[in-house]
């Protein structure tokens, strides 16, 4: 697993070689880590994230910038989804 951050608050986890069925998990997984750093934490306020996942696909080649594009746009529609919250 590669970590790269994007810039700002944003970073891009690259997941070589996993499969689509560890996608769920390995959100599951951040965002409970998140969420125990925050109970931890004595801050007045909660962390979160918002999360965008994309699986390349063989059968339809693009490229990481492509790919990065579309898990920006999943991130950005689950930002509006989790300020409504």
């Known amino acids: 697993m590669v970590w790269i951050r994007d810039g700002g608050d944003e970073f891009v986890i690259l ?28 801050r007045p306020y909660k962390l979160g994230f918002s999360i965008g996942c994309t699986i390349y696909d063989p059968e339809a080649p693009c490229t990481v910038s492509e790919l990065i594009a579309r898990a920006d746009e999943l991130m950005y529609r689950q930002k509006k989804v989790n300020k409504k919250k």
């Open 15 to 42: 997941a070589v070689d996993a499969e689509l069925e560890n996608a769920d998990t390995m959100m599951n997984r951040l965002r409970s880590s998140l969420e125990e750093l925050s109970r931890k934490g004595n």
